[in-house]
């Protein structure tokens, strides 16, 4: 079998290509895609408790934290106490960090639009059908293997 036709290559070469895509997208912003997609996840109006964005993301503590902090650095996030648990802090946007989110919204919907006008609505939820099919055998595949 050639690497084409493997579906982690060509996950792998789209991942890849959107990446590529949107940082250079939002880098007339001024932001990266970590950032962008950070941004996205923080809830607008409540702010997001710092402990529950990483899973959203699917980053681990360290980087996140690094993420977290050049963003609060960039003046595009700030921290305040949760009101009820005073352990943990909440996420909250600067203006300029609504704006920044502003334009990484604008290039997934962009994104999104482009995609589902190629594909259709038929294919598109094929699309979303297949990965996740893809994601629930990953899931299988990271089980422990059970021995009888």
């Known amino acids: 079998m050639r690497p ?9 070469r789209c991942w890849i290509a959107m990446s590529k ?29 710092s402990t529950a964005l990483g899973p959203k993301m699917g980053m ?19 921290k305040v ?15 300029l960090g609504l704006d ?8 997934v919907l962009k994104f999104n639009a482009a995609i589902t006008d190629s594909l259709g609505d038929a294919q598109s939820q094929s ?3 297949a990965m996740d099919v893809i994601e629930q055998n990953i899931e299988l ?3 422990p293997i059970q021995i009888s």
Do not use: Q, W
């Open 21 to 49: 895509m949107y940082n250079e997208l939002v880098s007339a912003s001024g932001i990266t895609v970590s950032v962008g997609f950070a941004l996205l996840n923080i809830d607008v109006k409540d702010g997001t408790p």
């Open 141 to 143: 595949l990271r089980s």
């Open 127 to 129: 699309f979303f059908e």
């Open 60 to 78: 681990e503590s360290t980087s996140l934290s690094r993420l977290l902090k050049s963003m609060e650095g960039a003046g595009l996030i700030f």
């Open 4 to 12: 084409e036709e493997t579906f982690d290559f060509r996950i792998r």
């Open 100 to 107: 920044k989110r502003d334009a990484s919204r604008d290039a």
């Open 81 to 95: 106490a949760h009101p009820e648990d005073k352990r943990s802090v909440l996420l909250k946007l600067t203006p």
